[in-house]
């Protein structure tokens, strides 16, 4: 993967507009800047739009948008890069609506001839992230620990367990595969154990009903033996039920005739009880008959008694219709009354509405006018209060700028900038004095060691004579070095002295000036919020003037309608009291209501008066019903008669069923045997019936457990064919392991990377560190495990990677992580061709910062691309392209710069 473009917008401290930045011109470059401008933000907009991957946050769930450069609510990275000769583009979208985020991931190959973009973006982000790790040939995490130091990382690999640089490992050399494969195995393994537990179950249940089988022949030859026995049982039943029935055949004409003589004694007896019923109603009415005859003896006659209450009902109704004829007159003449007091009483109401609604309009603006009054006094009287509390503080204000203005001190600004500009150019030669310095050391020593005393520089042969001359003027211009140093340093010393002693007062005035400066503005905005409270105190008196005279009219208005509304009153209750006709017809009301109060009282309902006369009537019925009594009693003779015969036949009765006595006995004594042995029948048959389902069950049983024994036979074949299923992907699954092919696999690639580590050791530490892999470690039980050490050889002896101090671990983290780059790069068919060191430097000294870009310079034509990110001066003198990254109002933005 070659990255070419890289456009960025609102993506950490780069803002919008979006900014497109082109390393595709480019082979080495440094990324330099000052910290906190976006260098290492580029860099994570990099791994973001390929994985969806960034620096780490404190929030996971919310890493995206933690992302988005604060005050904006979306941001999108797009990348044009090349790998396998093919031209890829991939941009990532996030996006804040109502609350959530909104993201976006496409990815197509750019046509090189026709520069159309052809898409390749799958349906869910997820399986376009695959598919971009399919194109690239490794996620991001492997990316991380191979082609890309970040900043403060390098140790990423190093400091993995042993088990996650195996993994890392089997990422880079495209083992995911093979992994895949083995968790699918496994998975088909546990499926198939599962199949294998339902089998051994099912074996076990048919086992089970097989041992069952004797028992079941044991249990059918029984049931046999039990029917055949209930069978004769059965046949015994029916012999006697027909004796028995033979013998009760006999007695059962006796027993027909018993019942006869029943029914007969029966009917008597409800003959007799139908006589009783007529008898007793017969004697209850001649007993009422002869009581009321002596009742009616003390009575007056019916047409008497009539007659005093139908003259009785007449008085009533005349009373009644008299009371009705004044009531109707009362309520017509209240009618009327009602009527005309209304009209007049409207008439005036009208008037006292119109004067109502105007007293209302009238107060209600009264009460407006009145409480604008009171909130505009009570704001004017807060202005006032805020314009002299103003006027206060801007006193304050002038006395404290007086006071700065005397405390400011003089100073020579001039003179400490001269001073400070004059530091930075002696220092600036003393660094290249030093330089000088150390050149010439060099060089004296490369020619003390060159044994054929040839130049170190033109490679020509120097005569002893000339040697002597050259060291006679390396010695004086060294000499030169040092007086010119010994005159600097006291140079230096001077004017920092200088400095130090001024730099306390330009800070104290600068102080001073900053303070007059605020206290001036502040002093500015109290004159313009004096000036216009002032003008605001103006507007508010006059609206106080203004509203006072509108109140006092409102005021004299108002009490003008209350005067008018109780004259008007006044007039109306003079009206009604005075009109003629209402007085004519108060004095109508009062005379039939004198009328209605001296009513005679009513002597009696007419409800109550017509209940007597419908009582007489009735009684004038039962009167009559007295003439019957002669017939009454020639019937009561008659039933009498006629009851006395019965009893006396109901006896003959009774003596003739005493000789049948126990014939009935008999009779339900035979059929209490029969029905006894119809019982006893019907349960034999059922038992039987009941065994001979069973006998039925149990055969089929039989059957069902002889077809049990042929399927447990198939059953236990296919069981012995699940195991060894099993066993054999059990063995294909730890054949795939980390520890089977896998870690051969590793094995194989490990002497590669650490040859590479070792050869770049060499140059970083003049061959005096070499690495190596321990691939297995032996246990104190004498085992051996699958392992991934890192152990480290020195002048010291082995000691694993852990010891070392910072610098040293520095460089081996460095030589091991380009070993793997360097792997990758050269691996067929291998996609990573981008270095990318991300700072790291700062624990390096001097040499070993040029031994770091020795190693840089002798691999640099094995990736197409490399991007170093440092502050070091020493270091980013030597790119010739630099990618300087500042910072402005508007965001991060990226300036090439080149070297030559």
Request: aromatic share 6%; charged share 25%; glycine share 4%.
């Amino acid at each position: 993967m070659i990255p070419l473009k890289i456009y960025l917008k609102n993506f950490l401290s780069y803002g919008a507009p979006g900014q497109t930045i082109n390393f595709e011109p480019h082979h080495l470059i440094c990324l330099s800047g000052k910290n906190g401008h976006g260098k290492s933000a580029l860099l994570d907009a990099l791994t973001w739009v390929l994985w969806g991957q960034a620096r780490k946050t404190t929030h996971p769930g919310k890493a995206d948008e933690n992302l988005i450069k604060i005050g904006q609510t979306d941001m999108t990275v797009m990348l044009d890069f090349m790998c396998n000769n093919t031209l890829y583009r991939v941009r990532r979208e996030v996006a804040q609506s109502r609350g959530k985020l909104i993201s976006q991931l496409d990815v197509g190959i750019i046509d090189q001839t026709t520069q159309q973009l052809k898409a390749l973006t799958e349906k869910t982000i997820r399986d376009t992230q695959e598919l971009i790790n399919r194109i690239i040939g490794l996620n991001g995490e492997a990316f991380q620990n191979s082609s890309f130091f970040r900043q403060g990382n390098a140790d990423e690999f190093s400091k993995k367990a042993p088990k996650d640089r195996k993994d890392i490992l089997a990422n880079l050399i495209g083992l995911d595969h093979i992994e895949q494969l083995r968790k699918r195995i496994i998975e088909k393994g546990r499926e198939l154990g599962f199949h294998r537990q339902h089998k051994e179950r099912l074996c076990e249940h048919i086992k089970e009903e097989v041992q069952q089988h004797t028992q079941l022949g044991e249990a059918l030859t029984t049931l046999s033996s039990r029917i055949e026995d209930l069978t004769q049982h059965e046949k015994d039943f029916d012999t006697n039920i027909a004796i028995i029935s033979e013998q009760q055949q006999l007695i059962a004409t006796e027993y027909h005739a018993l019942n006869n003589k029943r029914r007969e004694s029966e009917r008597i007896a409800q003959t007799i009880k139908t006589h009783y019923d007529m008898l007793l109603p017969a004697l209850a009415k001649w007993r009422t008959i002869r009581q009321m005859k002596r009742t009616y003896k003390s009575l007056p006659s019916f047409d008497q008694r009539r007659a005093d209450l139908i003259q009785l009902r007449h008085t009533v109704q005349e009373i009644l219709t008299e009371e009705a004829t004044l009531k109707t007159a009362l309520q017509k003449y209240n009618a009327v009354l009602i009527e005309r007091t209304y009209t007049l009483h409207r008439e005036y109401e009208s008037r006292l509405m119109l004067h109502k609604d105007l007293l209302q309009t009238v107060t209600t603006q009264l009460y407006a006018k009145t409480h604008a009054h009171e909130i505009i006094q009570k704001s004017s009287t807060e202005l006032q209060h805020e314009l002299n509390s103003i006027n206060d503080k801007m006193t304050k204000l002038t006395e404290q700028i007086d006071l700065a203005q005397k405390n400011v001190p003089v100073i020579a600004q001039h003179l400490f900038e001269k001073n400070t500009q004059r530091l930075v150019q002696f220092q600036a030669h003393m660094t290249r004095l030093l330089h000088d310095e150390k050149m010439i050391i060099d060089h004296e020593q490369m020619m003390r060691n060159n044994q054929d005393r040839s130049c170190s520089w033109c490679f020509q042969h120097i005569s002893e004579d000339n040697a002597q001359l050259i060291h006679q003027k390396i010695a004086h211009r060294f000499c030169c070095i040092k007086k010119h140093q010994k005159k600097l340093t006291r140079c230096i010393d001077h004017i920092t002295e200088c400095i130090n002693q001024h730099h306390q007062q330009v800070l104290t005035a600068n102080h001073i000036n900053h303070e007059i400066q605020k206290y001036s503005s502040t002093l500015e905005a109290l004159s313009i919020t004096r000036d216009k409270t002032y003008h605001d105190i103006q507007q508010k008196t006059a609206q106080i003037q203004q509203l006072t005279n509108e109140i006092s009219l409102l005021s004299d208005q108002q009490k003008a309608l209350h005067t008018e509304q109780s004259i008007i009153e006044e007039e109306q209750k003079s009206t009604l009291l005075h009109n003629k006709q209402i007085k004519e017809i108060n004095e109508h009301i009062g005379s039939h209501e004198y009328r209605l109060k001296t009513l005679p009282q009513l002597p009696a309902q007419l409800t109550d008066i017509q209940q007597h006369l419908d009582q007489l009537a009735a009684e004038e019925i039962h009167y009559a019903t007295l003439q019957t009594e002669p017939e009454l009693i020639a019937h009561l003779k008659m039933l009498f008669t006629t009851l006395r015969n019965i009893k006396q036949q109901k006896k003959i009765q009774e003596q003739e069923l005493g000789a049948y006595a126990t014939v009935e006995a008999r009779f339900k004594e035979y059929e209490q045997m029969k029905l006894d042995l119809q019982q006893n029948y019907k349960k034999v048959r059922q038992e039987r019936e009941e065994l001979i389902h069973r006998k039925g069950s149990l055969e089929q049983a039989c059957l069902h457990v002889e077809k049990q024994k042929e399927q447990l036979t198939h059953e236990q074949k296919e069981l012995d064919a699940l195991v060894a299923e099993i066993d054999d992907h059990n063995l294909l699954a730890q054949a795939l392991s980390k520890d089977g092919l896998q870690g051969i696999l590793i094995e194989y690639i490990l002497p590669d990377i650490e040859r590479e580590a070792n050869l770049l050791l060499s140059k970083l530490t003049d061959n005096q560190t070499q690495l190596y892999f321990e691939s297995v470690r032996e246990l104190k039980n004498g085992n051996l495990k699958e392992t991934l050490d890192i152990k480290i050889s020195d002048n010291q002896g082995i000691r694993p990677y852990e010891l070392f101090s910072g610098g040293e671990a520095f460089r081996i983290d460095f030589a091991l992580r380009l070993a793997i780059s360097k792997f990758l790069a050269r691996r067929s068919g291998a996609s990573i061709q981008t270095l990318i060191i991300d700072e790291g430097f700062g624990s390096q000294d001097e040499e070993g910062l040029n031994r770091i870009m020795e190693a840089l310079y002798a691999i640099q034509n094995e990736f197409a691309k490399i991007i170093i990110v440092s502050h070091l001066s020493s270091m980013k003198d030597q790119f010739p392209v630099h990618f300087h990254v500042q910072k402005g109002t508007k965001g991060s933005f990226v300036q090439v710069i080149q070297q030559g």
